[in-house]
C-alpha cells in the first residue's frame, strides 16, 4: 500500500541556520504531496502542497519540490527562526480508485530552533 | 465556527468502558476524515465521510470502532469496550469536497485508557 517515510528527529539547528527534512513516499497512482505543520498547543495546519511531478510548493520561506524520480517532497528552508520549532508531518493523497482525498502521513519530525 | 471543532479535548476513561468523541466540521464542508495518533507515531486514518455515508471505513482497526455522520454535520467517532492501546489523539479533518481540496484539522481529543 500507499506509505510515507520521514527523516527521524528531532533535528535541532540555531536560529538562521538551513533546515532540510527528508521525505520518500511510495505509491501506486499519481498522489499529491503534503507538508502539514503543528506549532505546539495547536492543531495541523497545511503548509504547502504539490499535486503533480516537478511542482514546487512554497509557503512562509519554505519549500518542496515533487520529484517523481526519486519519490520524494523534501521539505527546505534557507534560515529558520526560532518561531517554526513545530513538528512536521509530509503525507500523500492518492488519485486512485478510492478517490477519497484521504492522507496518509509520515510519522513526523520535531524540529527544534535554537535562539 | 470558524473552525474544526472537537470535544471533548481531553478523555481519561477506564478499561472497557465506551466513550464518544464528537466533531464539529466547517460549515459547508461534506468531506469530513478521523485519524488517530499514537505517541510518537504518524497520523493513522480511520474513517472518510462523504455527506452522510462513509465510502471509505478501512481504517477502523476493529469492531469496536464505529462512526456516524448526521445532517452532513457533526461526527461521532465511538469505541466501545475501550483497550489501554486505544489510547491516542483522535484527530477530525474536514474539507469542501474531499479530493485536491485543503483538509482543515481540529486539534484532536487525547483519550487516555486507564
Known amino acids: 500500500g500507499d506509505s510515507v517515510t520521514q527523516m527521524e528527529g528531532p533535528v535541532t539547528l540555531s536560529e538562521e541556520a538551513f533546515l532540510t527534512i527528508n521525505c520518500t513516499y511510495t505509491a501506486t497512482g499519481y498522489p499529491s504531496l503534503f507538508w502539514y505543520v503543528q506549532y505546539p498547543g495547536e492543531g495541523l495546519q497545511l503548509l504547502l502542497k504539490?499535486?503533480?511531478?516537478?511542482d514546487k510548493g512554497s509557503n512562509k520561506g519554505f519549500e518542496a519540490t515533487y520529484r517523481k524520480e526519486t519519490t520524494s517532497f523534501h521539505l527546505e528552508k534557507g534560515s529558520v527562526q526560532v518561531s517554526d520549532s513545530a513538528v512536521y508531518f509530509c503525507a500523500l493523497s492518492d488519485h486512485g480508485s478510492s478517490n477519497t482525498g484521504k492522507l496518509i502521513f509520515g510519522q513526523g519530525t520535531t524540529l527544534q530552533v535554537k535562539p | 465556527g470558524a473552525g474544526v471543532s472537537q470535544s471533548p479535548s481531553n478523555k481519561v476513561t477506564e478499561k472497557g468502558k465506551d466513550v464518544e468523541l464528537r466533531c464539529d466540521p466547517i460549515?459547508?464542508?461534506?468531506?469530513l476524515y478521523w485519524y488517530r495518533q499514537r505517541l510518537g507515531q504518524g497520523l493513522e486514518f480511520l474513517i472518510y465521510?462523504?455527506?452522510?455515508?462513509?465510502?471509505?471505513k478501512s481504517g477502523l482497526p476493529s469492531d469496536r470502532f464505529s462512526a456516524e455522520r448526521t445532517g452532513e454535520s457533526v461526527s461521532t467517532l465511538t469505541i466501545q469496550r475501550t483497550q489501554q492501546e486505544d489510547s491516542a489523539v483522535y484527530l477530525c479533518?474536514?474539507?469542501?469536497?474531499?479530493?485536491?481540496?485543503?483538509?482543515?484539522f481540529g486539534q484532536g481529543t487525547r483519550l487516555t485508557v486507564v
Open positions: 460549515s459547508g464542508h461534506t468531506a
Open positions: 504539490a499535486t503533480k511531478a516537478d
Open positions: 465521510f462523504q455527506g452522510n455515508s462513509a465510502p471509505d
Open positions: 479533518a474536514s474539507s469542501l469536497r474531499g479530493l485536491n481540496t485543503e483538509a482543515f
